[in-house]
């Protein structure tokens, strides 16, 4: 279908339909044709979630297609007083006006239909809408659906290929980011399109630097949301490669672009910082960087490099492979490395373990010699104190001297397969600390550990009684109501935000637990899990706010990957591990909570290093607030 560049109006004292001649008579038939009508699709039209604000699917008569309306919401400060209200309703009018030329000459858009504006008192509310594309994603959604490598790749290549059509169709996009891109198909067929073109400005030529700015803005919204890690240099560099076609000349002009937004990648994470402290001190010390480039670098590395924490633990769970890969290959090692590094740079005062310890049937006596040090001593060598009865038999396994390791307390929970083996939970409880003496666990469902002043950790066995409602109120409750606080931390292996499938839970353990959570009535501000072999965070509203962390890719990552969950903050199918730190004084006290994403293996962990994928501040009643990421998402130079 040809569209035509030029939109037909339709409008009264207060309303405006601007529409694609194709769609006139579909709209009419929607009853669309004025503000009554309109008000009436809103209502009836179904409520989907996409972008700033809700979206709504309305039938198309004789279409056979379905008509897809968002709201032309002002983004930033402003946007949270005017919505979609503006002074007049031009700018949507105009922003079709630019789609229909840009579709004409090849841009990679979904149809465009209407721009329709409505008066609300002295101001215009305004909506966009174009033909729904049913089996597309946004690009934040698809990432977080765990594409396999293989898609990965495709989608690199349909991205470069689609922003240079874009581009090269002749508009700088202005707004680039995960949330304005679409993924539609599956592996070689993958194609990409762009949607929100309200800051896009048509150009007679996009310029090198115009089209690397367009990079720079999705490379920094891959940034805040976590993702950078997934989307490596290999990404990179397949979709610069699909987007230069061979065309050397422009990748040196890109390149050569690249330095300012180098610069400007620096100012925003600096501006995210600020943000995530929101503090007046912060706010004047970044003045100080932005303004005099000469105290720039003092500034950024006091920001950088805040005040030793007061106590700090590392978390992972399901890490107990029984040794079916090479070592050069084999997860556990590469997480443990990065674990150990991260010790190294910042202490840490102990190491919690949040079940399958063990993989596939936990512990026996047969083997318990050997999987102790396989899968605790060599990979975890620099936390251990082996000065236990039995220590002599496994300390061969260590390749740290005494001088080297730093010994902290290591608490376990038990996974539901630690459970499979009869003497499993026996010898994790009663053997372990024979050879591991600082290795300590709960004798029944629960255990209450104060770790710190004013840090207690509530171990919690939730494979016991998975299916005992009675005994998880029973215990749980008691627990945490005998921890003293004010800062509780519940350590289990079972999520309680999510089913087993990644899914809102209806009833059962996850919903039992979080009721005895409200009914204690002190707060408790943080849960570590494992079981879903990923990295994932939820803030969690009611009964009770607090942050729910899923550090389960000890020793390798898989779906379960949680998505379309409301209270997901963050999610990554990667190895990594979690560092929980207590910052601050009196009022101002908090946890910070960061993940760390590893490379799959112990030689390119050692190369890379470890990256944090997401970072949180929880308060005294587990309000949850999310944290900027230092890292570098930006185009490849090479």
Not at 494 to 517: M, S
Request: hydrophobic fraction near 40%.
């Amino acid at each position: 279908m040809k569209t035509a560049s030029i939109p037909v109006t339709l409008r009264t004292s207060n309303y405006r339909l601007s529409a694609n001649s194709d769609f006139l008579d579909a709209l009419e038939g929607a009853g669309l044709r004025d503000a009554a009508g309109f008000a009436k699709v809103l209502r009836s039209g179904r409520e989907l979630p996409g972008g700033r604000g809700p979206q709504r699917l309305v039938e198309l008569p004789g279409t056979g297609a379905m008509l897809r309306l968002r709201e032309a919401r002002r983004g930033g400060v402003i946007g949270r007083f005017l919505a979609s209200r503006y002074l007049s309703p031009i700018r949507v009018a105009r922003e079709l006006e630019l789609w229909l030329v840009l579709c004409e000459r090849g841009a990679p858009l979904p149809t465009p239909v209407a721009a329709i504006s409505r008066r609300r008192g002295v101001l215009w509310e305004s909506h966009f809408g174009t033909l729904d594309r049913p089996e597309s994603l946004d690009g934040l959604a698809w990432l977080r659906a765990s594409p396999s490598p293989e898609a990965l790749r495709h989608a690199a290549r349909a991205l470069g290929a689609g922003l240079r059509r874009f581009h090269d169709a002749g508009a700088a996009h202005g707004d680039l980011n995960l949330r304005n891109v679409l993924f539609e198909g599956d592996a070689a067929g993958l194609r990409c399109f762009f949607i929100d073109l309200a800051h896009a400005h048509p150009l007679r030529l996009v310029s090198a630097p115009e089209r690397m700015r367009d990079w720079m803005r999705l490379a920094r919204s891959i940034e805040k949301c976590g993702l950078a890690p997934m989307l490596g240099v290999r990404f990179r560099a397949l979709a610069l490669s699909a987007y230069c076609a061979g065309d050397r000349g422009l990748r040196k002009a890109l390149l050569a672009s690249s330095r300012r937004e180098h610069r400007r990648l620096v100012r925003h994470r600096l501006g995210w910082r600020i943000a995530g402290r929101a503090t007046v001190g912060g706010v004047l010390l970044a003045s100080v960087a932005l303004v005099a480039p000469g105290c720039g670098d003092p500034a950024l590395s006091a920001l950088e490099s805040p005040r030793s924490p007061d106590w700090s633990i590392l978390a992972v769970g399901d890490t107990g492979r029984a040794g079916v890969r090479a070592d050069w290959i084999e997860g556990q090692l590469a997480v443990a490395g990065a674990m150990t590094r991260e010790a190294r740079r910042a202490p840490v005062d102990g190491l919690l373990f949040l079940g399958d310890n063990f993989y596939d049937r936990g512990l026996s006596e047969a083997d318990l010699v050997k999987r102790i040090r396989v899968n605790l001593v060599r990979p975890y060598c620099h936390f251990l104190a082996l000065a236990g009865p039995r220590s002599a038999e496994v300390a061969a396994a260590c390749p740290l001297a005494a001088e080297q390791r730093r010994p902290v307390p290591l608490f376990a929970v038990l996974g539901n397969h630690d459970l499979e083996g009869p003497e499993s939970v026996r010898l994790q409880r009663e053997a372990i600390p024979r050879f591991l003496p600082d290795w300590r666990m709960s004798e029944g469902l629960t255990r209450v550990v104060e770790l710190h002043p004013g840090v207690s950790l509530i171990l919690f066995e939730s494979e016991i009684a998975i299916d005992d409602r009675a005994a998880i109120h029973r215990e749980l409750l008691a627990a945490i109501r005998s921890a003293r606080g004010p800062w509780r931390i519940l350590a289990t292996h079972r999520p309680i935000a999510t089913d087993d499938f990644g899914r809102p839970p209806k009833g059962g353990y996850p919903d039992w637990v979080r009721d005895v959570i409200a009914e204690a009535a002190v707060p408790v501000q943080l849960v570590l899990c494992g079981h879903h072999h990923s990295l994932q965070a939820f803030a969690l509203g009611g009964p009770t706010p607090l942050l729910q962390i899923g550090a389960g890719s000890g020793s390798r990552a898989e779906p379960p990957l949680a998505t379309g969950h409301a209270d997901l903050r963050y999610s990554n199918q990667t190895l990594g591990f979690v560092r929980v730190d207590l910052r601050g004084e009196q009022e101002d006290e908090r946890l910070e909570v960061t993940l760390y994403t590893v490379p799959p293996w112990p030689w390119l962990e050692r190369m890379l290093g470890h990256r944090p994928g997401a970072r949180f501040s929880v308060d005294g009643s587990g309000r949850v607030e999310s944290l900027p990421v230092l890292d570098d998402g930006s185009l490849p130079d090479a």
